[in-house]
């Protein structure tokens, strides 16, 4: 069956709360119900049928076209079915998502994956700062899933992060796995200053190392562990790239000493 | 009793019976196939028999890098035991004292159930507060800190409540030697056979017993109807051209498991015929009141 399309008319005039346009909240609707959502963050109100032409279809297979960072919540909560975003799109793109498939074809702003629990989340360009991180108040980031950015990603990578995976195949900013409870980043390239800031438990592979590391991370030596296999068999069907981190024996850093401690980063022996 | 033959080899009309098991597989793996091999011997070892043994215990078959989980080479170990409260009991205490000791091991669950036994959830506490989880996918690992690197174990593994122990093949031959050429080309024969182990030495049991004793604390007793030296003095099973019996008993994951393992033995012996092997063939039972499974031989012949 043909997906569900809707292609942006314009660059919308105000931000658009993109959250209603998930599978499992359109499904069974009819064209005009769809057209009739509203999506404005305003008092000036926006639908659907104003800022999108609308190509019905499965709800299961949605597909947005027109790239603007004025799309705000694309995927918000989704619980099935897959997304596809053919461009840009602007906050919070796949929070709090507890299942399904998410596909940005372009670029992805702050606090993408914040707060997911399940499902795969895949940006094929750069992603905003706080990737998976919690909002203002919350106690945790992102409590399972997979994140994967084929570019580059912004500062604090999986903030408060509590389970899951997040694989970062370019750079990434500074305090990546800040305040980290739990759970797996693996950052293909170079990683700014001070990973893992205040980590308390979970894991960061930095497959080219970073720029500073936190004199609280203790060196434990160089190691050829059968979890980090297990490790890059489960990243290798995401990210081919990020797997080959792997092939060499990684040095163990433990850390951060100023919190619990019982966190780790992985980098080149070297 | 009414026999049939096949190529020589007399074949009892009788069944073997066979009762409902709880059990659970498990993949050891590590760097070396002989230290894979070396923990799944030492796990299974003293595993023989439900009754003095706690759990019926074996060797499955051997795995190749390509179809362990973390691409080292590495056995598939079956436990069977009476209650799920024992099985658990006795993972817990074999893989904490024989798998997590050995050199360079890991262990994985290998059997999908709808209840699961704790495999590292209950060993992790040995990390002290070092232990490491590590979920990829819908796979929990621990991460147990050893002198030579980590521990790495699957929390749980998955339980079967549908598993058969106790399946058998009594073997009957004019001397010790032939007898034992039988059993241990059926002992061949069945470890190719996916599921099923046979916990006793080598595969075979020489001491087959019944139930009962003389003595009151003793529940089970020699089979004086199968010792050849006693063949004049009870009321003997065996013909006047057997001068030694052997057993293999086998349990499987389920009840296929089992008959295509007794199957496979039953065609290794008539395969080596009379001359150099066995001469008869039966099977213990109850008279089929106790046990829900029954294995007829004339069903699994070849």
Not at chain 1, 170 to 197: F, K
Not at chain 2, 237 to 250: N, T
Not at chain 2, 270 to 277: A, D, F, I, T
């Given at each position: 069956m043909k997906p569900l399309v809707f292609s942006l008319r314009?660059?919308?005039?105000q931000r658009l709360d993109l959250s209603p346009l998930v599978p499992h909240l359109l499904a069974g609707k009819t064209a005009s119900e769809i057209a009739a959502i509203a999506l404005g963050m305003t008092r000036h109100a926006v639908t659907v049928g104003d800022a999108f032409r609308v190509k019905m279809g499965d709800p299961q297979a949605l597909r947005i076209e027109g790239s603007s960072d004025r799309l705000d919540l694309v995927g918000h909560a989704m619980r099935d079915g897959e997304i596809v975003v053919e461009g840009d799109v602007g906050t919070r793109a796949g929070r709090l998502m507890s299942g399904g498939r998410l596909v940005i074809d372009g670029n992805a702003g702050p606090w993408?994956?914040?707060g997911m629990i399940d499902g795969t989340l895949e940006i094929t360009g750069t992603a905003g700062d706080r990737l998976g991180g919690p909002l203002?108040?919350?106690?945790?980031g992102m409590r399972g899933g997979v994140v994967v950015v084929r570019s580059d990603a912004g500062e604090r990578v999986g903030d408060r992060m509590r389970r899951g995976t997040i694989i970062v195949e370019g750079r990434s900013g500074a305090y990546a796995g800040s305040r980290m409870l739990a759970g797996t980043l693996v950052l293909r390239r170079t990683a700014g200053a001070l990973p893992g800031y205040l980590m308390r438990r979970g894991t960061i592979v930095l497959g080219e190392g970073c720029n500073v590391v936190s004199p609280t991370f203790a060196d434990c030596g160089v190691h050829d562990l059968v979890a980090t296999r297990l490790l890059a068999d489960f990243v290798r069907p995401c990210s081919a790239r990020a797997a080959a981190v792997f092939r060499s024996p990684l040095r163990r850093l433990a850390g951060d000493m100023a919190v619990l401690g019982k966190g780790e980063i992985f980098c080149p022996a070297r | 009793m009414r026999q049939l033959t096949s190529k020589g080899v007399r074949i009892d009309d009788t069944f073997a019976e066979a009762f409902g098991m709880r059990a659970t597989a498990l993949i050891i793996t590590a760097d070396e196939a002989r230290w894979a091999r070396q923990a799944a011997v030492t796990m299974t070892g003293f595993g023989t028999s439900v009754i003095g043994c706690g759990a019926e215990t074996g060797i499955d078959r051997e795995l190749t890098p390509k179809e362990t989980p973390d691409g080292r080479p590495g056995v598939r170990v079956l436990l069977f035991a009476v209650s799920t409260s024992e099985l658990q009991r006795q993972l817990q205490a074999r893989v904490g004292q024989c798998v997590l000791t050995s050199p360079g091991s890991a262990c994985y669950a290998s059997l999908a159930g709808e209840e699961q036994l704790k495999l590292g959830d209950g060993l992790r506490y040995f990390g002290d507060g070092w232990q490491v989880s590590k979920r990829f996918g819908d796979k929990h690992y621990w991460r147990i800190p050893v002198m030579d690197g980590e521990f790495v174990c699957e929390a749980t593994t998955g339980l079967t409540k549908t598993a058969v122990g106790g399946g058998n093949l009594l073997i009957m031959g004019k001397t010790a030697t032939t007898t034992l050429a039988a059993a241990e080309a059926a002992v061949t024969a069945i470890n190719a056979v996916p599921d099923a182990i046979m916990p006793f030495p080598g595969g075979i049991v020489r001491s087959g017993s019944k139930v009962g004793s003389k003595y009151k604390s003793v529940r089970a007793s020699t089979n004086d109807a199968f010792c050849p030296t006693l063949r004049g003095a009870v009321a003997t099973a065996l013909d006047p051209d057997i001068g030694s019996v052997l057993e293999i008993v086998i349990d499987g994951l389920t009840a296929d498991a089992v008959g295509n393992a007794m199957r496979a033995g039953i065609a290794a012996i008539v395969k080596l015929g009379p001359k150099r092997g066995a001469v008869r063939i039966t099977a213990g039972n109850y008279g089929g009141k106790l046990g829900p499974h029954h294995f007829h031989l004339k069903d699994l012949l070849p």
């Amino acid at each position: 069956m043909k997906p569900l399309v809707f292609s942006l008319r314009a660059k919308p005039d105000q931000r658009l709360d993109l959250s209603p346009l998930v599978p499992h909240l359109l499904a069974g609707k009819t064209a005009s119900e769809i057209a009739a959502i509203a999506l404005g963050m305003t008092r000036h109100a926006v639908t659907v049928g104003d800022a999108f032409r609308v190509k019905m279809g499965d709800p299961q297979a949605l597909r947005i076209e027109g790239s603007s960072d004025r799309l705000d919540l694309v995927g918000h909560a989704m619980r099935d079915g897959e997304i596809v975003v053919e461009g840009d799109v602007g906050t919070r793109a796949g929070r709090l998502m507890s299942g399904g498939r998410l596909v940005i074809d372009g670029n992805a702003g702050p606090w993408a994956a914040s707060g997911m629990i399940d499902g795969t989340l895949e940006i094929t360009g750069t992603a905003g700062d706080r990737l998976g991180g919690p909002l203002a108040g919350e106690m945790a980031g992102m409590r399972g899933g997979v994140v994967v950015v084929r570019s580059d990603a912004g500062e604090r990578v999986g903030d408060r992060m509590r389970r899951g995976t997040i694989i970062v195949e370019g750079r990434s900013g500074a305090y990546a796995g800040s305040r980290m409870l739990a759970g797996t980043l693996v950052l293909r390239r170079t990683a700014g200053a001070l990973p893992g800031y205040l980590m308390r438990r979970g894991t960061i592979v930095l497959g080219e190392g970073c720029n500073v590391v936190s004199p609280t991370f203790a060196d434990c030596g160089v190691h050829d562990l059968v979890a980090t296999r297990l490790l890059a068999d489960f990243v290798r069907p995401c990210s081919a790239r990020a797997a080959a981190v792997f092939r060499s024996p990684l040095r163990r850093l433990a850390g951060d000493m100023a919190v619990l401690g019982k966190g780790e980063i992985f980098c080149p022996a070297r | 009793m009414r026999q049939l033959t096949s190529k020589g080899v007399r074949i009892d009309d009788t069944f073997a019976e066979a009762f409902g098991m709880r059990a659970t597989a498990l993949i050891i793996t590590a760097d070396e196939a002989r230290w894979a091999r070396q923990a799944a011997v030492t796990m299974t070892g003293f595993g023989t028999s439900v009754i003095g043994c706690g759990a019926e215990t074996g060797i499955d078959r051997e795995l190749t890098p390509k179809e362990t989980p973390d691409g080292r080479p590495g056995v598939r170990v079956l436990l069977f035991a009476v209650s799920t409260s024992e099985l658990q009991r006795q993972l817990q205490a074999r893989v904490g004292q024989c798998v997590l000791t050995s050199p360079g091991s890991a262990c994985y669950a290998s059997l999908a159930g709808e209840e699961q036994l704790k495999l590292g959830d209950g060993l992790r506490y040995f990390g002290d507060g070092w232990q490491v989880s590590k979920r990829f996918g819908d796979k929990h690992y621990w991460r147990i800190p050893v002198m030579d690197g980590e521990f790495v174990c699957e929390a749980t593994t998955g339980l079967t409540k549908t598993a058969v122990g106790g399946g058998n093949l009594l073997i009957m031959g004019k001397t010790a030697t032939t007898t034992l050429a039988a059993a241990e080309a059926a002992v061949t024969a069945i470890n190719a056979v996916p599921d099923a182990i046979m916990p006793f030495p080598g595969g075979i049991v020489r001491s087959g017993s019944k139930v009962g004793s003389k003595y009151k604390s003793v529940r089970a007793s020699t089979n004086d109807a199968f010792c050849p030296t006693l063949r004049g003095a009870v009321a003997t099973a065996l013909d006047p051209d057997i001068g030694s019996v052997l057993e293999i008993v086998i349990d499987g994951l389920t009840a296929d498991a089992v008959g295509n393992a007794m199957r496979a033995g039953i065609a290794a012996i008539v395969k080596l015929g009379p001359k150099r092997g066995a001469v008869r063939i039966t099977a213990g039972n109850y008279g089929g009141k106790l046990g829900p499974h029954h294995f007829h031989l004339k069903d699994l012949l070849p």
